[in-house]
């Protein structure tokens, strides 16, 4: 597990003033990496790092030239327009970069002066996805999320026998993976209407949210070498946000044998700002089973290692209606978890998929499933806050829901809070459904 | 549907000698894509294309631009270390390319002593990927290996309700994509003996092959945007043999309810020549439902656009054991079927993988699933052909398998046959098994 280090000082302070107000997402003791450039602009897609309100643009920092030593060849990796570099070169090259910029962006630094100028307001940019991914992984980590899901599809069966010992999971699409403010068109697909005999095609009448935490992966393995549990962690660069958007209905009906398939890959949106482990070296969390649960097989035990594979970080989704936007009224909060609730850790995940020699490749991306706590208000998707659509959830001024519909907005904010610490956030991840095609 | 044209007329001739030999794999009226380069060099990969006993090297031929308009911007697409390009360029570039090159191989053709120096005998050539595969997407397209796994997995429920109308997919690992040759190593995973209540990690005792048709990517289409049936065909590059090695012992533990994972995703080998559509237009066969099986869903129903979706196709699947090599014996088939009895068409997967608006890319990879035939004699796997397990297939002097053991080599082998017309050949995919990690 990665130690909690001089950047994670509270006290510490930038020169970049939207940093030291309470309740940033992006103090100097976060420093997330990014992909972007000038909203509306034909910039080249460069590195950047998140600090208060403002972006340091590391592409154009990284001509000067300003470290040294790995932290240097990281900056060179991080100016590219995507930042499989930065991620394959490793955990030590990312921390002595986030070492470097930690130091460079306190109050009373030598470089304020010229880092200033390199500075892009937060507002100002567009983002694209922080890597370019190879392969993305999604898992079904949450033990609450599966038995209420598996209630819903299986009522005799909800958690299968499997679930306790293997990290269940299923190869996602990369090529419709998108970043934060993309719009998710309605998705057709063959449905079963209830009692009928034969499917139609139709737009999906069960859009869904899912609230998972995503995570990068650093440096790889090659085919065929498996990742020990212990050494997990050195290959994971950081995390961000995921919604793994789904048609409910599509899903039911495709579903068996092989798992999901167009209910799920016709969009994935991840958070523009990778978080990475060493900001959140503070707010690691225990990880034990309940009593009386097995433990994992061995190859999955790493409480001999480390006694602190979960991450304390609070999860939240929001949805505003586009009557909602039209009056002017706040979003409202459809779902809260936090990712300790996990059954399964990042560490566990990846090892688990090299077990067999599968190899990952710098910026691969896992999802963690939807995380959903032990309460039933702790629901992460809306198939399983509406009891798969059978209790219509009340929102403000009379509007309700069971599923998405066309002009909703879904946000989900995630971040780490444990004093005397300063808050570690994720920024936020956004998404408006558009029509499905044959509508517009 | 792709047209018969004059590259296909069977008295056409090479100033390759080997590629006018009855049987070969590669007549003039073929022309296969690959990447490669001479054996155990460090040259640069480069496309090439397959005539008789020789590669033409596209990447020395380039240069020389022999050809004009969009043959000669395909030749360029061509010269890189993948073929993205030139399957993203489109059917008509890869059409004219393909015309130009028949052109040129043609005996008496004024090229002959141009083209003569810039001829590699595959004998000393080694292969890489046609393409950088973005996605791999692995179909389940005969619904004769859909009926027999059911029956070892759900004996009550052999074939799931959605078979007949959903293409039924998954989507596979990119990352572990080889070329044939590969040597693949028995994964290590969870599995669930018999009678036993706690998983234990181990070497997969059930390693198995599956006989699979590849299909590579040529133009994508936009995510949000459907390829209609009528126009499924034109993002088709060409096929190619493939293999989804499976570990059935991983897999019945693993694959409810996300599908299949780790018992698939330590390797999948393809072959190293990709057929073009154009080659393969004499061998379309007629796609229809049995009589009483229902029609598919329209947008899957490209009857009406043309009638022939199919493709007359032979496939075997051959096994050299270690002792079979050791006593200088010949391989023994034990897998031979037809493409043309898959349920589903090329075409009609493009379609539903892209209904909901999934964006294919170029060079993204589909397979067929496991193409099984109507008799038993038919089955593309071991898992079919040992009953999952129970009857073990008698080989040369005494030995036996149900199960892939260490050393064996797997051949697969594909070709068109349909007089008067030139025999195309796919080559050869190959694979032999290493034994696990832990007990090298």
Redesign the interface.
Known sequence: MVAVDATHDPQLTSWVASANAAGSDFPIQNLPFGVFRRAGSRESFRGGVAIGAEILDLGALAPAQPFSGPAGQALAASAQPALNALMGAGAAAAAALREALSLALRAGSPLEQRLRRLLVPQSAAEYTLAAEV??YTDF?ASIHHATAV?RL??PDNPL?P?YK??P?????????L?VSGFEV?R????V?AAGAA????AATRRLDYELEVGAFIGRGNA????VPIGAAEQHVFGLCLLNDWS?RD?QS??????????AK???TTVSPWVVTLEALAPFRTPWTRPPGE?PP???LDDTGVRRAGGFDLELEAWLETASMRAAGLAPQRLSHSNFRDSWWTVSQMVT??T???????PG?LLGSGTQSGPTPGEAGSLLELSGGGKHAIALARGEQRTFLEDGDRVTFRAWCERPPFRRIGFGELTGTVRPA?AAR
Chains 1, 2 share one sequence.
Request: hydrophobic share 35%.
């Open positions: 190879g392969d079904y598996g599809f299986r299968l499997n010992w293997v269940i999971a299923y190869h996602g699409r990369a090529s419709s998108r068109t998705p057709t697909g063959q079963l034969v499917p139609e095609l085919l065929g070498e498996p048609a599509i009906w495709e579903y068996q044998p092989l798992g999901p398939f167009l890959n016709f969009a097995p097989l061995s190859y688990h998929h077990v067999n020699g599968c190899n990952l490749q691969d095609r």
